[in-house]
């Protein structure tokens, strides 16, 4: 009786995976719209996801495909038959798994977010040059971002704090600025933003949409988002359950910010100082 419960499991874990080769193929139509958030880690896409996560039309989840494990609820994990280091049945199983995804916890929208790390998985380059799956691409600050993970790595926290898991920001360590780690830190910001640039240049224009950090706790934009993935939700109908550093506070988790300022004022930099008047420049930084 053991063996044949053994093999009733293996064909229902290969019953969740194996949908018509149209689907396998990312092919089209599906039952949900889908979507991925990409950004770089700290920049916001967490409670960006929260924030989609909440609207009665979307099941938004987090880094499905982070390396380490399956980063879904578990009760869903369980449906799929999924173990939570399953990481390497999730990643051969291809646009199968969101198949199932769907079937499990229907909706109309269906998301995730991605990061540049995870790029070099088959099914997540081919996400994003796929013309049915809509893709929004997170900007935010890259001093914002150098300086969150800092900051976060100095304190133990990691990605994805719930409000109120954490302590408030002005009890907890700030850093040292480092001009040289900020500058190679930079580089990488801008190649990863330039790849996916070139990318929504190359394949399908019309499904890439570019989404501001600070806007997502702001009705107008908010709006403009949900108009594009095709939700019935208002931005200010949207409900973060996310902790996230305002960003009134980033500059304020350094101890050397007179460090920082001649940095970035010797480098013709000085505009990352001010917030989110920049991001629409991050292409014009000098090199």
Not at 159 to 185: M, T, W
Not at 221 to 234: E, H, I, K, N, V
Not at 248 to 272: K, Q
Request: proline share 6%; with cysteine.
């Amino acid at each position: 009786m053991r063996g044949l419960d053994f093999l009733s499991a293996i064909f229902d874990k290969l019953a969740c995976f194996t949908r018509s080769g149209k689907a396998m193929q990312g092919g089209s139509p599906f039952h949900a719209q889908r979507f991925v958030i990409a950004a770089m880690s700290w920049s916001g896409a967490y409670p960006l996801a929260s924030l989609l996560d909440s609207a009665t039309d979307i099941n938004c989840y987090g880094e499905i495909y982070r390396g380490s494990h399956v980063e879904l609820p578990p009760d869903i994990r369980q449906e799929l038959r999924l173990a939570q280091d399953d990481t390497q049945v999730r990643n051969d199983t291809g646009f199968a798994l969101f198949d199932r995804l769907e079937q499990v916890v229907p909706s109309p929208l269906l998301g995730f977010k991605i990061l540049p790390s995870q790029a070099k998985i088959p099914i997540i380059d081919e996400t994003l040059r796929n013309p049915h799956w809509k893709k929004v691409v997170l900007k935010r600050n890259p001093l914002e971002v150098f300086l969150v993970s800092e900051w976060a790595a100095r304190n133990h926290m990691g990605r994805g704090h719930r409000i109120g898991e954490v302590e408030q920001v002005q009890s907890l360590e700030p850093v040292a600025f480092d001009g040289d780690k900020f500058d190679v830190f930079l580089r990488r910001y801008r190649q990863v933003y330039k790849t996916w640039r070139e990318m929504s240049d190359a394949f399908h224009p019309d499904t890439w949409f570019r989404f501001n950090h600070p806007q997502s706790s702001r009705p107008r934009p908010s709006d403009q988002l949900l108009d594009f993935l095709g939700s019935s939700a208002r931005g200010a109908d949207l409900v973060n359950e996310r902790h996230d550093i305002p960003v009134e506070s980033v500059t304020s988790l350094v101890d050397n910010y007179e460090t920082l300022a001649a940095h970035l004022n010797n480098r013709g930099m000085s505009h990352l100082l001010k917030g989110d008047c920049c991001i629409n420049q991050m292409t014009e930084i000098p090199r």
